[in-house]
C-alpha cells in the first residue's frame, strides 16, 4: 500500500481524477492478495481494519463519481447545478455519505484503549470514558490548528446526546471544511496521541492501514460535501447510521452552514 498512497498526493496532485486511480490500484492490489490466498495463509501479516479500509476506497470512488460532471446531461443546466469546479455537491441525501461515515468511525474506533472491552460486555459509554470524540477534543486543536474552531462548536452544540454524535457531526463538518485527511493525518502523526490512546495493534498506528486512511480522505477534499451538521437538520439525520434510522435530511442552506 505504501507505493500507492504515497508522494503523487503531494504537490497539487490530489485531484478527483487522482483519487478514483488510487481506489482502482487499491483495488487491484487486493484482488492480488486475495488470488494469491488469504494473508495469514500466506504468511503475510493481516492488515487492520482490512474490510473497512476495502470498503472506503469502494465508497469513495463512488462519492467521487457522483460527484463528478455528468458529460450526458443538459449542458447549460448541469453546468448550473454543477456550481464551481464543475462539480455537483453531496448531500445528505447521498447514501454513500453514511457508509463513509461509519467506516471511518469503525476505523477511529479500532483498539481505543478501553473502548473494545466496554462494548464486548455492554457497558454504555459514561461521561469520561474513552472515545474518539474525547481524543478529537483534547488534542487535535493543536495538533491541526484550522480544525479548532469546528471542534469548538461541535463541543457546546446542544442536541447531542453523547459523545458518539458529537463525533459524527465533527466529521460533517471536516467533510464540508475539506480538511478531513489532513486532521487525521494530524492526529495519526502524533505518536504522543498514538500512544495514549490506542493499543499497538490499532489501525491508526498501523503505518500502512493509517497512511491509507488519510489518503483516502485526502481524495475527498475535492468533493464538495453540503452536509447537515445543525439544528433539526441534523435531528433528522442523525439516525442514518444505526437501524431504523429516519430518511436522509436535505443539505442545509448557505446561512446553517455559516
Request: glycine share 12%; charged share 15%; aromatic share 4%.
Amino acid at each position: 500500500f505504501s507505493s500507492l498512497v504515497g508522494a503523487p498526493w503531494r504537490g497539487g496532485a490530489g485531484t478527483i481524477e487522482a483519487a478514483q486511480q488510487l481506489v482502482g490500484s487499491l483495488r487491484a492490489s487486493m484482488a492480488a492478495d486475495r488470488a494469491s490466498g488469504s494473508p495469514a495463509a500466506a504468511g503475510q501479516p493481516v492488515r487492520p481494519c482490512a474490510a473497512e479500509l476495502e470498503h472506503l476506497h469502494n465508497v469513495t470512488k463512488i462519492i467521487a463519481l457522483a460527484a463528478s460532471a455528468d458529460p450526458s446531461g443538459p449542458g447549460d443546466l448541469h453546468a448550473a447545478a454543477a456550481g464551481d469546479g464543475g462539480q455537483l455537491p453531496i448531500a445528505d441525501t447521498n447514501p454513500h455519505v453514511h457508509e463513509l461515515l461509519a467506516c471511518v468511525v469503525a476505523i477511529l474506533e479500532h483498539g481505543l484503549v478501553g473502548l473494545s472491552a466496554a462494548k464486548r460486555i455492554g457497558i454504555p459509554a459514561q461521561a469520561g470514558s474513552p472515545s474518539v470524540w474525547r481524543v478529537v477534543r483534547q488534542r487535535l486543536p493543536a495538533l491541526h490548528p484550522p480544525s479548532a474552531q469546528s471542534v469548538a462548536f461541535v463541543a457546546v452544540a446542544p442536541g447531542l446526546s453523547g459523545d458518539g454524535d458529537r463525533l459524527l457531526v465533527w466529521l460533517r463538518h471536516a467533510l464540508n471544511d475539506g480538511c478531513l485527511g489532513e486532521a487525521l493525518e494530524a492526529l495519526i502523526a502524533d505518536g504522543r496521541t498514538m500512544a495514549q490512546w490506542y493499543a499497538p495493534g490499532a489501525a491508526v498506528r498501523d503505518p500502512e492501514a493509517g497512511q491509507t486512511l488519510v489518503q483516502l480522505l485526502a481524495g475527498m477534499a475535492h468533493v464538495r460535501f453540503r452536509l447537515s451538521v445543525t439544528g433539526a437538520a441534523w435531528q433528522a439525520a442523525a439516525g442514518e447510521l444505526g437501524p431504523g434510522g429516519a430518511a436522509p435530511a436535505p443539505a442545509p442552506g448557505p446561512a446553517e452552514l455559516a
